[in-house]
Nanobody, 125 residues
Framework: VQLQASGGGLVQAGGSLRLSCAASGSTISNYIMAWFRQAPGKEREFVAGIRWSGGNTYYTDSVKGRFTISKENAKKTVYLQMNNLNSEDTAVYYC???????????????????WGRGTQVTVSS
């Protein structure tokens, strides 16, 4: 599976951005598609995930109510709509995918085999 992320940029606090992650290669029907982020000096952390088959979604607590993950089947693309951004959201955002994950393991970075190149999101205050 190849992943191509896009949509990052510079935005003021309180603003919005939408990230996209296009998948190609193997079929992804049984995959989790997820977004992680890594701020300077910090470890890469889980942000949100979506199960391609069924559409179940998962979020880390800090983004609940502000971020929405969604998918477009025909384009094999996952989106991360980010609203009410703040400086703590500044990071490089990565999309990732993996098959066979159960709900309790979706946030585990070490279980993901496929990663896209990151896209920078910078929130200015």
């Amino acid at each position: 599976v190849q992943l191509q992320a896009s949509g990052g940029g510079l935005v003021q606090a309180g603003g919005s951005l939408r990230l996209s992650c296009a998948a190609s290669g193997s079929t992804i029907s049984n995959y989790i598609m997820a977004w992680f982020r890594q701020a300077p000096g910090k470890e890469r952390e889980f942000v949100a995930g979506i199960r391609w088959s069924g559409g179940n979604t998962y979020y880390t607590d800090s983004v609940k109510g502000r971020f929405t993950i969604s998918k477009e089947n025909a384009k094999k693309t996952v989106y991360l709509q980010m609203n009410n951004l703040n400086s703590e959201d500044t990071a490089v955002y990565y999309c990732a995918s993996q098959s066979g994950l159960i709900a309790t393991t979706v946030s585990r970075r070490d279980l993901y085999s496929y990663w896209g190149r990151g896209t920078q999101v910078t929130v200015s205050s």
